[in-house]
Protein backbone atom coordinates (compact mmCIF):
# COMPACT_ATOMS: atom_id res chain seq x y z
CA UNK A 1 0.00 0.00 0.00
CA UNK A 2 1.40 3.24 -1.16
CA UNK A 3 -0.67 6.71 0.93
CA UNK A 4 -0.41 9.63 -1.12
CA UNK A 5 -0.56 12.89 0.83
CA UNK A 6 -1.62 16.12 -1.43
CA UNK A 7 -3.23 17.54 1.59
CA UNK A 8 -2.97 16.78 5.04
CA UNK A 9 -6.18 15.73 7.01
CA UNK A 10 -7.35 17.13 9.78
CA UNK A 11 -5.51 19.94 9.69
CA UNK A 12 -6.79 21.30 6.46
CA UNK A 13 -10.11 21.23 8.08
CA UNK A 14 -8.59 22.99 11.15
CA UNK A 15 -7.08 25.80 9.46
CA UNK A 16 -10.17 26.26 7.13
CA UNK A 17 -12.37 26.69 10.52
CA UNK A 18 -14.86 24.05 9.72
CA UNK A 19 -13.43 21.54 12.88
CA UNK A 20 -12.15 22.51 16.33
CA UNK A 21 -8.45 22.13 16.80
CA UNK A 22 -9.29 19.47 20.09
CA UNK A 23 -12.74 18.05 18.40
CA UNK A 24 -13.24 14.19 18.25
CA UNK A 25 -13.43 14.37 14.65
CA UNK A 26 -9.57 15.81 14.57
CA UNK A 27 -8.94 13.59 17.04
CA UNK A 28 -10.61 10.35 14.78
CA UNK A 29 -8.97 11.68 11.90
CA UNK A 30 -5.62 11.98 12.92
CA UNK A 31 -6.10 8.45 14.34
CA UNK A 32 -6.67 7.10 10.97
CA UNK A 33 -4.01 9.72 9.19
CA UNK A 34 -1.83 7.86 12.09
CA UNK A 35 -2.60 4.61 11.31
CA UNK A 36 -2.39 4.94 7.52
CA UNK A 37 1.12 5.65 7.96
CA UNK A 38 2.03 3.47 10.00
CA UNK A 39 0.91 0.26 8.18
CA UNK A 40 1.67 1.60 4.55
CA UNK A 41 4.57 0.49 2.38
CA UNK A 42 5.54 3.95 1.67
CA UNK A 43 4.23 7.53 1.30
CA UNK A 44 4.31 9.84 -1.05
CA UNK A 45 4.68 13.52 -0.67
CA UNK A 46 4.76 16.78 -2.74
CA UNK A 47 7.42 18.73 -0.90
CA UNK A 48 9.80 18.28 2.43
CA UNK A 49 8.31 21.09 4.32
CA UNK A 50 4.81 18.96 3.81
CA UNK A 51 6.94 15.63 4.78
CA UNK A 52 8.82 17.05 7.54
CA UNK A 53 5.40 18.20 9.69
CA UNK A 54 3.39 14.88 8.56
CA UNK A 55 6.02 12.82 10.27
CA UNK A 56 6.58 14.81 13.06
CA UNK A 57 2.67 14.79 13.53
CA UNK A 58 2.03 11.42 12.69
CA UNK A 59 4.52 9.23 12.74
CA UNK A 60 6.63 7.91 8.99
CA UNK A 61 6.58 4.91 6.96
CA UNK A 62 9.30 2.36 5.96
CA UNK A 63 9.90 4.22 2.81
CA UNK A 64 9.58 8.19 2.04
CA UNK A 65 9.70 9.62 -0.73
CA UNK A 66 8.65 13.46 -2.14
CA UNK A 67 7.47 13.04 -5.81
CA UNK A 68 5.98 16.28 -7.38
CA UNK A 69 2.46 16.30 -8.71
CA UNK A 70 3.90 17.45 -11.95
CA UNK A 71 1.85 18.05 -15.22
CA UNK A 72 1.26 16.77 -18.81
CA UNK A 73 4.11 19.78 -20.31
CA UNK A 74 3.46 19.07 -23.76
CA UNK A 75 -0.66 18.81 -23.31
CA UNK A 76 -0.18 22.20 -21.86
CA UNK A 77 2.08 23.97 -24.21
CA UNK A 78 4.71 22.98 -26.57
CA UNK A 79 6.19 26.02 -27.45
CA UNK A 80 8.79 28.74 -25.83
CA UNK A 81 7.02 31.19 -24.43
CA UNK A 82 7.19 34.67 -26.67
CA UNK A 83 8.15 38.30 -25.42
CA UNK A 84 5.00 40.27 -24.10
CA UNK A 85 4.51 43.09 -26.83
CA UNK A 86 5.67 46.92 -24.51
CA UNK A 87 1.98 48.20 -26.19
CA UNK A 88 0.66 45.22 -23.49
CA UNK A 89 -0.20 45.17 -20.00
CA UNK A 90 1.61 42.33 -18.13
CA UNK A 91 -1.18 39.90 -17.52
CA UNK A 92 -1.47 37.75 -14.14
CA UNK A 93 -3.93 34.93 -14.36
CA UNK A 94 -5.21 33.00 -11.22
CA UNK A 95 -6.91 30.21 -12.74
CA UNK A 96 -8.61 27.33 -10.59
CA UNK A 97 -10.12 27.16 -7.03
CA UNK A 98 -10.09 29.43 -4.52
CA UNK A 99 -10.47 27.86 -1.51
CA UNK A 100 -9.95 27.58 2.05
CA UNK A 101 -5.85 26.91 1.61
CA UNK A 102 -5.47 30.11 -0.14
CA UNK A 103 -4.69 33.87 1.04
CA UNK A 104 -7.16 36.81 -0.61
CA UNK A 105 -6.43 39.32 2.07
CA UNK A 106 -3.11 40.47 0.44
CA UNK A 107 -5.04 40.55 -3.16
CA UNK A 108 -7.50 42.79 -1.23
CA UNK A 109 -5.41 45.21 0.35
CA UNK A 110 -3.35 45.17 -3.47
CA UNK A 111 -6.60 45.73 -5.35
CA UNK A 112 -8.42 48.77 -3.26
CA UNK A 113 -5.06 50.51 -3.09
CA UNK A 114 -4.92 50.26 -7.21
CA UNK A 115 -2.70 48.45 -9.16
CA UNK A 116 0.34 50.00 -11.06
CA UNK A 117 -0.12 51.05 -14.96
CA UNK A 118 0.75 48.16 -17.35
CA UNK A 119 -0.35 45.12 -14.56
CA UNK A 120 -3.62 43.55 -15.29
CA UNK A 121 -5.04 40.31 -12.94
CA UNK A 122 -7.42 37.89 -14.52
CA UNK A 123 -9.30 35.01 -12.32
CA UNK A 124 -10.98 32.18 -13.46
CA UNK A 125 -11.80 30.93 -10.54
CA UNK A 126 -14.29 29.10 -8.07
CA UNK A 127 -14.47 28.81 -3.98
CA UNK A 128 -15.19 30.11 -1.30
CA UNK A 129 -11.96 32.17 -1.24
CA UNK A 130 -13.13 33.31 -4.67
CA UNK A 131 -16.29 34.23 -3.31
CA UNK A 132 -14.91 36.77 -0.47
CA UNK A 133 -12.57 38.07 -3.25
CA UNK A 134 -15.50 38.73 -5.56
CA UNK A 135 -17.55 40.32 -2.36
CA UNK A 136 -14.67 42.45 -1.45
CA UNK A 137 -14.13 43.65 -4.70
CA UNK A 138 -17.49 44.78 -5.62
CA UNK A 139 -17.56 47.90 -4.66
CA UNK A 140 -14.40 49.38 -6.17
CA UNK A 141 -14.33 52.16 -8.36
CA UNK A 142 -14.05 52.09 -12.34
CA UNK A 143 -10.60 52.97 -12.78
CA UNK A 144 -9.54 50.23 -10.45
CA UNK A 145 -11.91 47.39 -11.41
CA UNK A 146 -10.63 48.29 -15.16
CA UNK A 147 -7.51 46.55 -14.40
CA UNK A 148 -9.34 43.35 -12.71
CA UNK A 149 -11.20 40.39 -14.27
CA UNK A 150 -13.19 38.30 -12.31
CA UNK A 151 -14.57 35.50 -14.65
CA UNK A 152 -15.65 31.93 -14.09
CA UNK A 153 -14.16 28.17 -14.32
CA UNK A 154 -12.77 27.12 -18.06
CA UNK A 155 -13.02 24.40 -19.79
CA UNK A 156 -9.67 22.54 -20.72
CA UNK A 157 -9.10 23.86 -23.83
CA UNK A 158 -9.63 27.38 -23.15
CA UNK A 159 -7.63 26.52 -20.28
CA UNK A 160 -4.76 25.72 -22.23
CA UNK A 161 -4.89 28.75 -24.03
CA UNK A 162 -5.77 30.93 -21.73
CA UNK A 163 -2.44 30.01 -19.57
CA UNK A 164 -0.62 30.70 -22.79
CA UNK A 165 -1.99 34.35 -22.85
CA UNK A 166 -1.09 35.00 -19.66
CA UNK A 167 2.64 35.93 -18.88
CA UNK A 168 2.53 35.46 -15.04
CA UNK A 169 0.93 32.83 -13.00
CA UNK A 170 -0.42 33.43 -9.41
CA UNK A 171 -0.31 31.13 -6.63
CA UNK A 172 -1.68 31.83 -2.90
CA UNK A 173 -1.31 29.64 -0.05
CA UNK A 174 -2.79 31.63 3.60
CA UNK A 175 -0.19 31.34 6.88
CA UNK A 176 -0.40 28.01 7.70
CA UNK A 177 -1.53 26.04 5.11
CA UNK A 178 2.75 26.14 4.01
CA UNK A 179 2.56 22.74 6.10
CA UNK A 180 -0.17 21.09 4.65
CA UNK A 181 -0.65 21.87 1.00
CA UNK A 182 1.27 22.33 -2.14
CA UNK A 183 -0.71 23.96 -4.92
CA UNK A 184 -0.74 21.79 -8.34
CA UNK A 185 -1.41 24.99 -10.27
CA UNK A 186 2.29 26.01 -9.96
CA UNK A 187 3.03 23.18 -12.33
CA UNK A 188 1.01 23.68 -14.99
CA UNK A 189 2.24 27.62 -14.50
CA UNK A 190 5.50 26.03 -15.26
CA UNK A 191 4.41 24.14 -18.25
CA UNK A 192 2.74 27.04 -19.94
CA UNK A 193 5.76 29.24 -19.46
CA UNK A 194 3.98 31.52 -17.25
CA UNK A 195 6.58 32.98 -13.89
CA UNK A 196 5.18 32.51 -10.88
CA UNK A 197 3.83 35.27 -8.27
CA UNK A 198 3.61 33.44 -4.94
CA UNK A 199 1.88 34.78 -2.20
CA UNK A 200 2.92 32.64 1.10
CA UNK A 201 5.26 31.72 3.49
CA UNK A 202 9.04 31.98 3.09
CA UNK A 203 9.55 28.97 4.22
CA UNK A 204 7.55 26.40 2.41
CA UNK A 205 7.76 23.78 -0.60
CA UNK A 206 6.19 26.57 -3.43
CA UNK A 207 8.57 29.24 -2.28
CA UNK A 208 11.47 26.93 -2.83
CA UNK A 209 10.89 25.70 -5.97
CA UNK A 210 10.24 29.10 -7.09
CA UNK A 211 13.30 30.15 -5.69
CA UNK A 212 15.27 26.72 -6.65
CA UNK A 213 14.75 27.37 -10.82
CA UNK A 214 14.34 31.21 -10.59
CA UNK A 215 11.29 31.30 -12.47
CA UNK A 216 9.13 33.86 -10.46
CA UNK A 217 8.36 36.21 -7.06
CA UNK A 218 7.58 35.36 -3.41
CA UNK A 219 5.77 37.31 -1.18
CA UNK A 220 4.58 36.68 2.67
CA UNK A 221 0.71 36.98 3.26
CA UNK A 222 0.16 40.31 4.92
CA UNK A 223 2.96 42.20 2.74
CA UNK A 224 0.20 44.00 0.38
CA UNK A 225 3.15 47.09 0.02
CA UNK A 226 5.71 44.75 -0.77
CA UNK A 227 3.31 43.21 -3.11
CA UNK A 228 2.71 46.41 -4.44
CA UNK A 229 6.09 47.69 -4.96
CA UNK A 230 6.92 44.23 -7.08
CA UNK A 231 4.03 44.93 -9.42
CA UNK A 232 5.91 48.33 -9.94
CA UNK A 233 8.79 46.45 -10.62
CA UNK A 234 7.39 43.77 -12.51
CA UNK A 235 5.40 46.47 -14.79
CA UNK A 236 8.76 47.91 -15.43
CA UNK A 237 10.81 44.98 -15.92
CA UNK A 238 9.27 43.31 -18.88
CA UNK A 239 12.52 41.71 -19.64
CA UNK A 240 12.96 39.85 -16.10
CA UNK A 241 9.56 38.74 -16.51
CA UNK A 242 10.52 36.78 -20.06
CA UNK A 243 13.61 35.25 -18.38
CA UNK A 244 11.89 33.95 -15.53
CA UNK A 245 9.01 32.44 -18.22
CA UNK A 246 12.33 30.36 -20.21
CA UNK A 247 13.47 29.23 -16.42
CA UNK A 248 9.67 28.33 -15.77
CA UNK A 249 8.93 26.81 -19.15
CA UNK A 250 12.65 24.62 -18.90
CA UNK A 251 11.46 22.91 -15.46
CA UNK A 252 8.04 22.50 -16.36
CA UNK A 253 8.88 20.59 -19.53
CA UNK A 254 11.97 18.74 -17.87
CA UNK A 255 12.15 17.89 -14.31
CA UNK A 256 8.12 18.31 -13.72
CA UNK A 257 6.77 16.33 -17.12
CA UNK A 258 4.72 13.35 -16.10
CA UNK A 259 7.10 11.36 -18.03
CA UNK A 260 9.85 12.53 -15.38
CA UNK A 261 7.21 11.95 -12.48
CA UNK A 262 6.13 8.34 -13.84
CA UNK A 263 9.70 6.67 -13.74
CA UNK A 264 9.86 8.39 -9.55
CA UNK A 265 6.70 6.30 -9.27
CA UNK A 266 7.96 3.57 -10.99
CA UNK A 267 11.11 3.22 -9.44
CA UNK A 268 9.61 3.27 -5.84
CA UNK A 269 7.22 0.19 -6.74
CA UNK A 270 9.94 -1.94 -8.21
CA UNK A 271 11.82 -0.66 -4.68
CA UNK A 272 9.20 -2.27 -2.99
CA UNK A 273 8.24 -5.31 -4.61
CA UNK A 274 12.46 -6.07 -4.25
CA UNK A 275 11.89 -6.13 -0.37
CA UNK A 276 8.30 -8.04 -1.05
CA UNK A 277 10.90 -10.85 -2.51
Given at each position: ???????????????????????????????????????????????KHLMTYAEQRYGRTRNNRIIPVGGDAKFICAAFPSEVPSST?????????????????????????????????????????????????????????????????????????????????????????????????????????????????????????????????????????????????????????????????????????????????????????????
Amino acid sequence: TVIVLNDLFPDALVLAGILRPKGWAVKCLGAMTRYYLKESEAAVYLGKHLMTYAEQRYGRTRNNRIIPVGGDAKFICAAFPSEVPSSTPIRILYSGTMGHMHDTDTLIDVFCRGLPKGIHFTFHSSGVGYGRLSRALEHLDEEKGRQVSLLGPLSDQAWRETLTRHAIGLVTLRDGAEHISMPSKAYSALAAGQAILAICAIDSDLAELITRHNCGWVIAPGRGEELLALLVHISENPEEVHAKRLEAFRAGHSIYDISTISQQYLDLFDLMLEGSR
